[in-house]
């Protein structure tokens, strides 16, 4: 093997792990970086590129085999990765500049922690990197969900860039708690949890609460509405039953039913039932209306001694 012996600059074991060899690249790396040696000392220069060149070699699998069988020779060949590539990629941004006077390689870019900040950072305060954009997807929740509220677990993959600076994907299940009430276009933020690119901070992932058509509710702000068809007969008294979406039966008297005189229930007519709306969501323990809209169906034909009746009855209510 050859003079240079890449374990013993990471002052690592030669049965290292991917994970000791980050931790050692780190911990040695931060400490012999240029910019934390103000002097210009030539030696800590040349130690932080032995450095980077042992990690960038025993942290790729192909290379280290080459290297654990034929040491430093046989990896002569197409240049290795440079070194302030290696820095920047490990620490997951742009390489840094130089701050130190005394090397003469000054830049304006310094945050007064011996290093400099991020090329294209100057902009973003105190180096921080740029927020990648929101992502938003749509939650769709029926609309029995927004009535009773629910708690939705959601799998999401995103993908990530790890302590060694390389893309990975995880997954994850969110929990969102969808409240009662809620309205189609109500946002759930979950700061950090979308997607990242290098050199960005992660996005926010933001659901949009959708609301799917129901077969015989449809919503109106704090309101429920429905149709209801009746023949004539049925629209002069009855009770009809609703089905509710937390599962009850509503029973609502059509037409007065045993009341001395009633409200004629006609073709756009609307009753209206007070608490048998949706839930208020700033409001606990409030709802809204329900609406029953009626579509009365008339006969096509009525005998003459039927219409002749119905006239007597009509002309004595009117006097």
Avoid at 133 to 155: Q, R, S
Wanted: one cysteine or more.
């Amino acid at each position: 093997m050859g003079s240079v012996d890449y374990y013993e600059i990471l002052n690592v074991d030669r049965s290292a792990t991917d994970d000791d060899l980050r931790r050692a690249y780190r911990r040695l790396a931060m400490r012999w970086h240029p910019d934390k040696n103000p002097t210009g000392d030539k030696d800590s220069e040349a130690k932080f590129k032995d450095i980077t060149q042992a990690y960038n070699v025993l942290s790729d699998a192909s290379k280290r085999a080459v290297y654990d069988q034929y040491g430093e020779e046989g990896l002569k060949g197409p240049p290795q990765q440079p070194v302030d590539d290696i820095f920047a990629e490990f620490f997951g941004s742009t390489p840094f500049t130089y701050c130190n006077n005394a090397r003469g390689r000054q830049r304006p870019a310094c945050d007064g922690s011996g290093f400099g900040r991020p090329y294209g950072a100057g902009d973003q305060g105190g180096g921080a990197p740029p927020r990648a954009p929101p992502v938003e997807t749509k939650l769709a929740c029926t609309l029995e969900e927004l009535y009773t509220g629910i708690t939705k677990n959601m799998k999401i993959s995103r993908n990530v860039v790890d302590s060694s600076g390389r893309m990975k994907t995880e997954s994850e299940v969110l929990s969102i708690e969808v409240k009662p009430g809620w309205k189609k276009g109500t946002k759930i933020t979950f700061p950090g949890k979308g997607n990242q690119q290098w050199n960005q901070l992660p996005a926010d992932l933001v659901f949009a609460i959708d609301e799917r058509p129901h077969h015989m509710y449809r919503r109106d702000g704090k309101d429920l509405v429905t149709d209801v068809r009746l023949t004539l007969a049925e629209a002069l008294g009855m009770v009809i039953v609703l089905p509710t979406l937390d599962g009850r039966e509503l029973a609502v008297d059509v037409g007065g039913g045993q009341e001395e005189e009633a409200p004629m229930v006609r073709p756009g007519y609307e009753l209206v039932v007070p608490m048998e709306g949706m839930p208020i969501a700033r409001e606990p323990g409030r709802r809204g209306s329900l609406r029953i809209r009626f579509d009365v169906i008339f006969p096509d034909r009525l005998k003459r001694d039927a219409r002749l009746q119905i006239k007597r009855i009509l002309e004595a209510d009117a006097a």
